[in-house]
């Protein structure tokens, strides 16, 4: 029982000192922000307020009429947690949306929402006045359907109460709890609704005011805060280990009572004979016990926490190590683990798909004289046309310009104008959406090859190929002595628009769109004098210059590491707010296999068996929500797989949570890193490969230490069983039993740094009960057939068979002591591996010392007088039985290599 305690509390110690030093390391990287929001308020209390919380809004209109005509409002900063539902608030450029607001009042209002969809490039909103109607009336409703909403999830809540008995005794047994996918579908919120902004994002431009209509849990951002507060699920390792523990209980169950039984009425002699029964029956229940499993596990975890510590990688929670190692699924995000996370200029085209100077040129005019704050593309724009040049040179083309006059962008028009003056020429400059571009042109410039008005460097060249970014001679470089000389379309390539022109531009726009990359229209219009300002209603009659198309693209170590991982076994999911179009062209670019794409409204008001069906089949998820994400994962676990989850975004919390490994990054949220077991300081797949190497090394050492246990201790307790049975007398001193074990125990310590085979590596291995019980089965019983001839040798040729005979018994003892330490210590190096120890796969020099110290402890023992005569009972063993043992191990090897050769061919796996 003290060695027991012993082994207990240094697992303890080592794995709480870990994980302490991880958490430290984590919580180093977080950071503490303060708000505070503006809001419009009545100076008086509005008994609107108080009438939401009751039933009875019969009159709610009149009091909020009359009060309306006596109060005034005012406009102050308060708190974020002040806020309450009915504040009307002011939002501006650089602000966070306090809470879930309608919009009843913007202006050019762009929202950040990558803190929800996970995408970097802002959603445009704006008042719809088909669906904002706030009369008083309607706002009492909006917030009695909030109160609602309230009242049905605490019904949910109490509903689940009644289902927590079934989760344990799931949780107790080890069992994979039933994905559950309601929750997650009636909260999905409308993220694309036009006219609703979300507590978390942020405002990139413009200025709005907004009603707030849900603050605090009852936000969308609430929502998946609520689902992080539910205890989290039990990962892989947790359940394995919880399984591997309940089948050394029903061995022991099912061999300890019988021993006892078979002592105590054979062999017992009275009260002393139960009592020496009842120490035996405990020996041998230590002996099945894998007390060095928590050190083993706990030391084994430790040292791949060093070693992921080497490559970058901060592991806060010791489990997700293993559970890397049987990672067999890794869903990711797109943006910044797959890409830039930065959007890039990629193509400048004119009406044919020719590469052209003509429209950067327009739309780098376009951006530089824009004012206001400039969007993604705007600066990648700038960037493009700027690259290579001198600070004093970057002027350059814009310097022969002067801006008269704008027209900013508004959600309407999905375009901006600016008119510009120079020398040779009065120019408008319009860049937009394709569709409302198209719509306000009259003309197209039509290049010819050979115009010498286009940079054509590939006239000849098929669009699919002027796409691919991998194609040396694809990359696409302005010549610097033409990038700052306007290079004005000729007037007669210029032809009215026709239905054909428009069928041509479309198709070529949904070309590009198909390539994944974002398109904006470039238009021009010349005006012989100028205007001293513009007006919306001078968008008209304008000539078509061309498109640029932008992307996100891909990193360049992103394609080697999908590569690795699929070499792995891995399968890789991208779960992506984004759209299918664009992550598809970025999964074929990365050479990652797409097998179907799934969106948002693919899992509406779908059953959880069609969403585990849907998990499994799809490599692309498009369009999720953060919960949606979660869903997924919680359906591919459900599918039996061990699932890794890459995400930095507070979108990805609750996948992170939900998943067996959740990997973020150290510059993610606050809340992603909280959630995440394993804290990556740079993101990139790369980095994860290696923690998968690192995870299955720590896997496979764990492993051996369990498979060495269950097959050992199996086959020594079978064994006592049936000496029980057979002998006159205890087949093995109570002491000399523990002393065996401690000492197997002990020359196990060296399994965290062995070495594992390079097959071993490349396939993901889980916790399979069916694994080890057959492994047990085919492997154990081989000790007990040579126990048992130990046993015969020494009944029928030293003539031991009765307790009277002590020398003889204590002899008995030192032999089978010596063939059962020696027996497993060959078990170490036997079942390693699936090789042939020693000639083709050689343990590590630690492994190697431990099992040669103990083996010689173990043949020294009978030799101490001390501890062989008074403590251990032990006597020097003859020259026959010394000869027997050396025969006995090598025909156990032999035998062993024979049962292992048999079980890889029976059963195509080993473990």
């Given at each position: 029982?003290g060695?027991m305690?012993?082994m207990?509390?240094?697992?303890?110690?080592i794995?709480f000192?870990?994980?302490?030093?991880?958490?430290?390391?984590?919580?180093?990287?977080?950071?503490?922000?303060?708000?505070?929001?503006?809001?419009?308020?009545?100076?008086?209390?509005?008994?609107?307020r108080?009438s939401?919380?009751s039933?009875?809004?019969?009159?709610?209109?009149?009091h909020?009429?009359?009060?309306?005509?006596?109060?005034?409002?005012?406009?102050?900063?308060?708190l974020?947690?002040e806020?309450?539902?009915?504040?009307?608030?002011?939002?501006?450029?650089?602000d966070?949306i306090p809470?879930?607001i309608i919009?009843?009042?913007s202006?050019?209002?762009?929202?950040s929402?990558?803190?929800?969809?996970?995408?970097?490039?802002?959603?445009?909103?704006?008042?719809?006045?088909?669906?904002?109607?706030?009369?008083?009336?309607?706002v009492?409703?909006?917030?009695?359907k909030?109160?609602?909403?309230?009242?049905?999830?605490?019904?949910?809540?109490?509903k689940?109460?009644?289902c927590?008995?079934?989760?344990?005794?799931?949780?107790?047994f080890?069992?994979?709890?039933?994905?559950?996918?309601?929750?997650?579908?009636?909260?999905?919120a409308?993220l694309?609704?036009?006219?609703?902004?979300?507590?978390?994002?942020?405002?990139v431009?413009?200025?709005?005011?907004g009603f707030?209509?849900?603050?605090g849990?009852?936000?969308f951002?609430?929502?998946?805060?609520?689902?992080?507060?539910?205890?989290?699920?039990?990962?892989?390792?947790?359940?394995?280990?919880?399984?591997i523990?309940?089948?050394?209980?029903?061995?022991?169950?099912?061999?300890?009572?019988?021993?006892?039984?078979?002592?105590?009425?054979?062999?017992?002699?009275?009260?002393?004979g139960?009592?020496?029964?009842?120490?035996f029956?405990?020996?041998?229940?230590?002996?099945l016990?894998?007390?060095?499993?928590?050190m083993i596990?706990?030391?084994?975890?430790?040292?791949?926490?060093f070693?992921?510590?080497?490559?970058k990688?901060?592991?806060?929670?010791?489990?997700s190590?293993?559970n890397?190692?049987?990672?067999?699924v890794?869903?990711?995000?797109?943006?910044?683990?797959?890409?830039?996370?930065?959007?890039s200029?990629?193509?400048?085209?004119?009406?044919?798909?020719?590469?052209?100077?003509?429209?950067?040129?327009f739309?780098?005019?376009?951006?530089?004289?824009?004012?206001?704050?400039?969007?993604?593309?705007?600066?990648?724009?700038?960037?493009?046309?700027?690259?290579?040049?001198?600070n004093k040179?970057?002027?350059?083309?814009a310097?022969?310009?002067?801006?008269?006059?704008?027209?900013?962008?508004?959600?309407?028009?999905?375009?901006?104008?600016?008119?510009?003056?120079?020398?040779?020429?009065?120019?408008?400059i319009?860049?937009?959406?394709?569709?409302?571009?198209?719509?306000?042109?009259?003309?197209?410039?039509k290049?010819?090859?050979g115009?010498?008005?286009?940079?054509?460097?590939r006239?000849?060249?098929?669009l699919?190929?002027?796409?691919?970014?991998?194609?040396?001679?694809?990359?696409?470089?302005i010549?610097?002595?033409?990038?700052?000389?306007?290079?004005?379309?000729d007037?007669?390539l210029?032809?009215?628009?026709?239905?054909?022109?428009?069928?041509?531009?479309?198709?070529?726009?949904?070309?590009?769109n198909e390539?994944?990359?974002?398109?904006?229209?470039?238009?021009?219009?010349?005006?012989?004098?100028?205007?001293?300002f513009?007006?919306?209603?001078?968008?008209?009659n304008?000539?078509?210059a061309?498109f640029?198309?932008?992307?996100?693209?891909p990193k360049?170590s992103?394609?080697?590491?999908?590569?690795?991982?699929?070499?792995?076994?891995?399968?890789?999911?991208?779960?992506?707010g984004?759209?299918?179009?664009?992550?598809?062209?970025?999964?074929e670019?990365?050479?990652?296999?797409v097998?179907?794409?799934v969106?948002?409204?693919?899992l509406?008001?779908?059953s959880?068996?069609?969403?585990?069906?849907?998990?499994e089949?799809?490599?692309?998820?498009?369009?999720?929500?953060p919960?949606?994400?979660?869903q997924?994962?919680?359906?591919?676990?459900?599918?039996?797989?061990?699932?890794?989850?890459?995400?930095?975004?507070?979108?990805?919390?609750?996948?992170?949570?939900?998943?067996?490994?959740?990997?973020?990054?150290?510059?993610?949220?606050?809340?992603?890193?909280?959630?995440?077991?394993i804290?990556?300081?740079?993101?990139?797949?790369?980095?994860v490969t290696?923690?998968?190497?690192?995870?299955?090394?720590t896997?496979?050492n764990?492993?051996?230490?369990?498979?060495?246990?269950?097959s050992?201790?199996?086959?020594?307790?079978?064994?006592?069983?049936?000496?029980?049975?057979?002998l006159?007398?205890?087949?093995?001193?109570?002491?000399?039993?523990?002393?065996?074990n401690l000492?197997?125990?002990?020359?196990?310590?060296g399994?965290?740094?062995?070495?594992?085979?390079?097959?071993?590596?490349?396939?993901?291995?889980?916790?399979?009960?069916?694994?080890?019980?057959?492994?047990?089965?085919?492997?154990?019983p081989?000790?007990?057939?040579?126990?048992?001839?130990?046993?015969?040798?020494?009944?029928?040729?030293?003539?031991?068979k009765?307790?009277?005979?002590?020398?003889?018994?204590?002899?008995?003892?030192?032999t089978?002591?010596?063939?059962?330490?020696?027996?497993?210590?060959a078990?170490?190096h036997?079942l390693?591996?699936?090789?042939?120890?020693?000639?083709?796969s050689?343990a590590?020099?630690?492994?190697?010392?431990?099992?040669?110290?103990i083996?010689?402890i173990?043949?020294?023992?009978p030799?101490?007088?001390?501890?062989?005569?008074?403590?251990?009972?032990?006597?020097?063993?003859?020259?026959a039985?010394?000869?027997?043992?050396?025969?006995?191990?090598?025909?156990?090897?032999?035998?062993?290599?024979?049962?292992k050769?048999?079980?890889?061919?029976?059963?195509?796996?080993?473990?």
């Amino acid at each position: 029982m003290g060695v027991m305690i012993v082994m207990v509390s240094l697992s303890m110690i080592i794995r709480f000192v870990q994980e302490y030093k991880s958490a430290l390391a984590a919580d180093s990287l977080k950071t503490l922000v303060s708000n505070t929001v503006c809001v419009i308020r009545y100076t008086t209390p509005r008994p609107s307020r108080v009438s939401l919380t009751s039933h009875d809004h019969v009159n709610t209109h009149a009091h909020t009429q009359q009060l309306t005509e006596e109060s005034h409002l005012i406009t102050k900063e308060i708190l974020l947690d002040e806020i309450v539902p009915g504040d009307w608030v002011k939002v501006s450029a650089g602000d966070l949306i306090p809470a879930d607001i309608i919009l009843i009042e913007s202006k050019d209002i762009f929202v950040s929402q990558s803190s929800l969809t996970g995408e970097a490039i802002p959603v445009e909103k704006f008042v719809d006045w088909e669906k904002n109607r706030f009369s008083s009336d309607a706002v009492v409703d909006i917030l009695k359907k909030e109160d609602e909403i309230l009242h049905q999830k605490m019904n949910e809540k109490k509903k689940n109460w009644n289902c927590a008995w079934k989760n344990c005794l799931r949780s107790l047994f080890g069992i994979r709890q039933k994905t559950s996918g309601s929750n997650i579908m009636t909260a999905k919120a409308e993220l694309d609704n036009p006219n609703l902004c979300y507590m978390g994002t942020s405002v990139v431009s413009g200025t709005a005011t907004g009603f707030v209509r849900s603050t605090g849990n009852r936000t969308f951002f609430g929502t998946m805060a609520l689902e992080l507060t539910r205890q989290r699920p039990q990962n892989a390792f947790q359940l394995g280990v919880r399984r591997i523990s309940w089948i050394f209980f029903f061995v022991m169950l099912c061999l300890v009572p019988p021993i006892f039984l078979l002592q105590g009425f054979v062999h017992g002699d009275g009260r002393k004979g139960w009592m020496d029964a009842t120490l035996f029956a405990l020996s041998a229940a230590v002996g099945l016990t894998p007390e060095m499993l928590p050190m083993i596990v706990s030391s084994t975890l430790a040292r791949g926490a060093f070693l992921m510590s080497q490559k970058k990688c901060i592991v806060k929670n010791l489990d997700s190590i293993i559970n890397m190692g049987g990672m067999d699924v890794l869903c990711t995000d797109k943006t910044g683990t797959l890409t830039e996370n930065r959007v890039s200029l990629l193509r400048h085209v004119d009406y044919y798909g020719n590469t052209s100077l003509i429209p950067i040129q327009f739309a780098y005019l376009n951006s530089f004289f824009q004012s206001g704050l400039k969007n993604l593309m705007d600066n990648a724009v700038v960037e493009f046309f700027q690259k290579g040049k001198s600070n004093k040179d970057k002027s350059g083309l814009a310097s022969n310009f002067v801006k008269i006059d704008e027209i900013p962008f508004d959600f309407i028009r999905r375009r901006m104008s600016v008119l510009l003056k120079s020398e040779e020429c009065n120019l408008l400059i319009t860049k937009g959406a394709v569709e409302e571009m198209l719509a306000i042109c009259s003309r197209v410039y039509k290049a010819t090859k050979g115009s010498g008005k286009v940079l054509q460097l590939r006239t000849q060249k098929s669009l699919s190929l002027l796409l691919d970014p991998s194609n040396p001679e694809d990359q696409i470089e302005i010549i610097p002595e033409n990038r700052d000389i306007l290079q004005l379309p000729d007037i007669n390539l210029c032809i009215n628009f026709s239905k054909e022109t428009m069928e041509n531009l479309s198709h070529l726009n949904e070309e590009l769109n198909e390539y994944g990359l974002r398109v904006i229209a470039i238009a021009y219009k010349e005006f012989i004098n100028i205007p001293n300002f513009i007006e919306k209603s001078d968008e008209c009659n304008m000539t078509f210059a061309g498109f640029i198309a932008f992307q996100d693209p891909p990193k360049e170590s992103t394609r080697p590491a999908i590569k690795t991982l699929i070499a792995h076994n891995i399968q890789v999911k991208v779960l992506t707010g984004d759209s299918a179009v664009v992550c598809r062209k970025i999964c074929e670019d990365i050479q990652l296999p797409v097998t179907g794409i799934v969106t948002t409204t693919d899992l509406e008001g779908a059953s959880d068996e069609d969403i585990c069906k849907i998990a499994e089949s799809a490599t692309i998820f498009a369009k999720l929500t953060p919960l949606q994400k979660a869903q997924v994962v919680r359906a591919l676990k459900f599918n039996n797989h061990v699932v890794g989850f890459l995400g930095d975004g507070i979108n990805d919390a609750n996948a992170l949570i939900e998943a067996d490994i959740g990997i973020s990054v150290d510059n993610g949220t606050d809340i992603a890193r909280d959630a995440a077991d394993i804290i990556l300081l740079e993101k990139d797949l790369t980095v994860v490969t290696e923690g998968v190497n690192y995870g299955r090394l720590t896997y496979g050492n764990t492993l051996k230490y369990i498979v060495m246990a269950v097959s050992s201790n199996f086959g020594n307790s079978f064994s006592l069983l049936i000496a029980s049975a057979w002998l006159r007398f205890q087949p093995m001193e109570p002491i000399q039993l523990l002393t065996q074990n401690l000492l197997y125990d002990i020359a196990q310590i060296g399994l965290p740094f062995d070495k594992i085979d390079d097959e071993f590596l490349m396939i993901p291995h889980r916790w399979s009960m069916t694994s080890i019980i057959t492994f047990m089965v085919c492997l154990g019983p081989w000790s007990s057939v040579f126990d048992v001839t130990t046993f015969a040798f020494l009944y029928f040729h030293q003539n031991i068979k009765t307790k009277e005979n002590i020398e003889g018994v204590k002899l008995f003892h030192t032999t089978w002591f010596l063939v059962g330490i020696l027996t497993q210590l060959a078990v170490v190096h036997m079942l390693r591996t699936r090789k042939i120890p020693f000639f083709q796969s050689i343990a590590s020099i630690p492994v190697i010392l431990m099992t040669l110290l103990i083996m010689g402890i173990a043949v020294t023992l009978p030799w101490i007088p001390i501890l062989s005569d008074q403590v251990l009972k032990l006597r020097i063993p003859t020259m026959a039985t010394s000869l027997f043992v050396v025969l006995i191990i090598i025909a156990y090897c032999i035998t062993t290599q024979i049962t292992k050769i048999i079980y890889v061919k029976c059963f195509n796996r080993w473990y």
